[in-house]
């Protein structure tokens, strides 16, 4: 019988993973939930595993190389910065994710941070409810067709957020390198250098993955390159940003605020600096969350450690030629 393991089962929300349980057992794949944090964790609980499905257990070379007979490995989310790719595809083993369950989520999210930085609704909503009848208690707003939205990556999220930034009629830019210009003119943004971007926008967004081009690409430079009133916002994850940088950007109000669905070090620490500033919002890593897209990701990943095991190639493998050759 063949076994897959559900490494970091905890890190899911309750019991959605009845979605793998029911699709494993009406297949007669075994499947198993574990509650690993380290790579010690992880090489005790899924060494005798067929495939291993991970949240954010580390899949190191070292947990790589102690998984003899692994052939897939997925990653509940589209991020797969636990995962050392290369490590797989030295052993054939398949690296995947699931790039397409939460698009619109993200998107979303990214606008209502920034609907609500710019409409002020948790402050006014507070100030309410301490007695205030007042529009302009520490209110100040402008009209979002007056704003330029600079988006960091241009991507499945990027392009929808740009399709809900067009609708309130901002100005949209990008930096992508590897998009063509096709792409971009289809949604009506325009391409910029990420100096412009950084010079431009007044509201700065990171749409691109974490890796090592990517780490700390908004810096101290890259504040000091921004506009006062600019606002960071940043859905990806954590460590794109500087975030030591930012928190003295935004206590020397070189920028005006921060959006953050995603930090440097998570969870976040109730001491952490950052939450002592103003105009800074903070959610946890929640962006991602709906109903509809969490059912979808339960059933992609069962799905696709199924179809690996069955010897397919679906399309969501990251490093399909590693795998592919593997096999001869
Ligand atoms: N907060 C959440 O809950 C949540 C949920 C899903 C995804 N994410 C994160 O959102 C981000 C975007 O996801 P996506 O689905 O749009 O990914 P995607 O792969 O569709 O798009 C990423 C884009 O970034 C571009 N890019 C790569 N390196 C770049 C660089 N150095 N400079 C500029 N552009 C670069 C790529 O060309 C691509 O167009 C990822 O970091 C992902 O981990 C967060």
């Known amino acids: 019988m063949m076994l897959v393991v559900l490494a970091d089962g905890k890190s899911l929300e309750g019991d959605h993973y009845q979605i793998e349980e029911e ?72 690296a995947c994710n699931i790039p397409d369950y939460c698009i619109p989520e993200v998107a979303t999210h990214t606008m209502a941070m920034l609907l609500q930085f710019e409409r002020k609704i948790g402050l006014l ?20 067709s007056s704003l330029t939205l600079g988006l960091v990556g241009f991507g499945n999220i990027a392009q929808e957020v740009a399709k809900y930034a067009a609708s309130f009629e901002m100005k949209i830019i990008t930096y992508d390198p590897f998009i063509s210009d096709e792409v971009v003119d289809r949604y009506g943004v325009k391409k910029v250098t990420l100096e412009q971007l950084f010079t431009d926008a007044d509201y700065i967004s990171a749409h691109v993955p974490l890796n090592e081009h990517t780490h700390h690409l908004i810096n101290e430079e890259a504040f000091n390159k921004m506009k006062n009133s600019t606002v960071l916002l940043n859905t990806a994850r954590g460590p794109i940003i500087d975030q030591t940088a930012l928190v003295k950007a935004l206590k020397e109000k070189t920028i005006r605020g921060a959006c953050l669905d995603v930090l440097e070090h998570e969870p976040l620490q109730l001491d952490d600096e950052i939450l002592k500033l103003e105009h800074v919002v903070i959610t946890p890593h929640a962006a991602f969350n709906s109903e509809e897209a969490k059912q979808r990701l339960h059933l992609r990943v069962a799905e696709t450690a199924y179809a690996i095991l069955q010897g397919e190639h679906p399309s969501n493998i990251l490093n399909r030629q590693a795998v592919v050759s593997a096999k001869g």
């Open 125 to 144: 909503d507070a100030s309410v409810r301490e007695g205030q009848w007042n529009p302009n208690a520490g209110f100040y707003s402008r009209r979002l």
């Open 23 to 94: 699709f494993f057992r009406e297949r007669g794949v075994e499947f198993r939930v574990e509650d690993c944090a380290t790579e010690e964790e992880v090489i005790a609980a899924c060494q005798d595993a067929d495939a291993v499905l991970s949240v954010y257990a580390p899949m190191t070379e070292k947990v790589i190389a102690a998984l003899p007979n692994c052939k897939a490995l997925v990653r509940y989310g589209i991020g797969f910065d636990n995962i050392d790719v290369e490590a797989a595809s030295k052993r054939g083993i398949a």
